[in-house]
């Protein structure tokens, strides 16, 4: 693909965390399969998907909204998170994704400002980026839920930017996920996806570039800079 040439050197890149960072999607549907089953709902894979990307109060709005359920959102986001801190601070560790760190190392060493953008709630993303070892890397880590509405809104991306001083249009979104894909391009910021073993079920068609190496994306989008 050919990428225009004003779009090969961003001021910023913001990276989406679970499903691009580090392979944490499965631990997710997990920690979320174990609500559904105490909560005794029926929710299938296909269904379980379309959530991806999404803030988990969001989640449990949509999924209370669609059945009619008496269950308090709030609360619900409350247990899922209680369920899923001790979860993550259990783990050894978390690998980052195959040429990540490449990736990273290349654009720190050219001054390039890095920033996190996910939509996890904010502990799981401390604990996340601490275990993974890539706490160094990042100017920001931002919780959509501390910033406004959860992707697909832009929000946290519109926020990232301000905190970076970077106009909108300066700024590279690498995410995973349909809601995020979204939100990066509401945002009016250019949107790589990077397409992983945890994405198959999700539509990247919104997407300006897809890539499955960030050694490809180096090669593609910085390629005059080495």
């Not at 909560?39 to 059945?67: C, F, N, P």
């Amino acid at each position: 693909m050919q990428i225009p040439l004003e779009k090969r050197f961003p001021r910023a890149v913001i990276f989406d965390m679970d499903g691009v960072l580090v392979d944490s999607e499965p631990y997710h549907i997990e920690i979320e399969n174990r609500m559904f089953s105490k909560m005794k709902l029926d929710i299938s894979d296909e269904e379980h998907a379309t959530y991806m990307g999404t803030a988990t109060d969001v989640m449990w709005r949509q999924i209370i909204e669609k059945r009619n359920l008496s269950l308090d959102a709030e609360e619900m986001t409350r247990l899922t998170n209680r369920e899923g801190v001790p979860f993550f601070s259990g783990l050894d560790k978390l690998d980052p994704m195959p040429g990540l760190i490449r990736l990273l190392d290349f654009l720190k060493s050219k001054s390039v400002p890095m920033a996190v953008a996910s939509s996890s709630d904010p502990e799981t993303v401390k604990i996340i980026i601490e275990k993974s070892g890539l706490r160094k890397y990042f100017k920001h880590t931002i919780s959509s839920g501390t910033v406004g509405k959860s992707k697909p809104s832009p929000d946290v991306f519109l926020h990232v930017a301000k905190l970076l001083d970077v106009e909108p249009e300066d700024c590279l979104v690498i995410e995973d996920s349909k809601n995020g894909i979204r939100a990066a391009k509401s945002a009016g910021m250019y949107c790589v996806a990077y397409s992983g073993a945890a994405t198959r079920s999700q539509d990247q068609s919104e997407a300006d570039l897809v890539i499955d190496d960030f050694e490809k994306l180096k090669a593609i989008l910085f390629e005059s800079m080495t």
